[in-house]
């Protein structure tokens, strides 16, 4: 099982460059999430979706856009990238959405805004 | 607000002894709390899993408390070797289902 695929691992944009950070997973899970881990900081909500065609804002959804067309791909986009957004990216996914799931993550996306 | 904290300071311990993380919230009834473990340059991983109605779960050398009354989860390694050095990250459920996250505490096991 492959689990979380994240790509790329490591990005380095210009101020104003837009890019796409993809996810999949394929344990057949329904919910996934983004999120952002800043030094110093616990991990940080972005978007999430419950199912395929449902997406909802998490706790920094400014900057980002996010899109569910299928059950496996949840790919993050950034629209105009801001030295603001440098960090570290975590895709993750669990079963459903209930606090008693825990989450599987993606190996990370280094992203760097210049 | 809604409110976690790790100890942000490494924690170092001698290989064999028992160590001990400490989670703390605020301003919080989180029905469930789960531990992972982080290495440099990956993603975390889900350890342990404890409800509210719990005090105690235990996995191998692992053992994680909740206690709902002074708002504290203590996460407990026994038996420490140098390959449990990592970075602990607690997590609770909000009212929406989704996890606040901790900013972690890194451990470090010395030989």
């Known amino acids: 099982n492959a689990g979380v695929t994240q790509t790329p691992k490591f990005q380095v944009l210009k101020t104003g460059q837009s890019m796409t950070l993809q996810c999949a997973q394929d344990?057949?899970?329904?919910?996934m999430s983004w999120y952002r881990q800043d030094p110093g900081m616990g991990l940080r909500l972005i978007h999430y979706?419950?199912?395929?065609?449902?997406?909802d804002q998490g706790e920094v959804p400014n900057g980002y856009n996010v899109s569910r067309s299928t059950t496996e791909d949840f790919p993050l986009r950034l629209l105009s990238a801001a030295p603001s957004q440098t960090s570290v990216y975590f895709c993750?996914?669990?079963?459903?959405?209930?606090?008693?799931?825990?989450?599987?993550f993606g190996a990370g996306s280094r992203l760097t805004v210049l | 607000s809604q409110k976690i904290e790790q100890n942000s300071e490494a924690l170092n311990i001698q290989e064999g002894k028992t160590a001990t993380l400490t989670c703390n919230y605020t301003?919080?009834?989180?029905?469930?709390l789960q531990w992972y473990r982080q290495d440099p340059g990956r993603g975390p991983v889900f350890l342990l899993l404890?409800?509210?109605n719990e005090k105690e779960k235990r996995k191998e050398r692992l053992k994680v408390t909740f206690d709902t009354t002074l708002k504290q989860s203590l996460f407990h390694i026994t038996a420490s070797q140098p390959a449990d050095s990592a970075t602990y990250l607690c997590?609770?459920?909000?009212?929406?289902?989704?996890?606040?996250w901790g900013a972690g505490t890194k451990l470090i096991i010395k030989p």
């Open positions: 997590a609770l459920d909000d009212s929406n289902y989704q996890l606040i």
């Open positions: 344990m057949n899970h329904e919910y």
């Open positions: 979706s419950v199912g395929a065609g449902i997406t």
């Open positions: 404890i409800r509210e």
């Open positions: 301003n919080y009834s989180p029905a469930y």
């Open positions: 993750a996914s669990r079963q459903g959405s209930s606090g008693a799931n825990v989450l599987t």
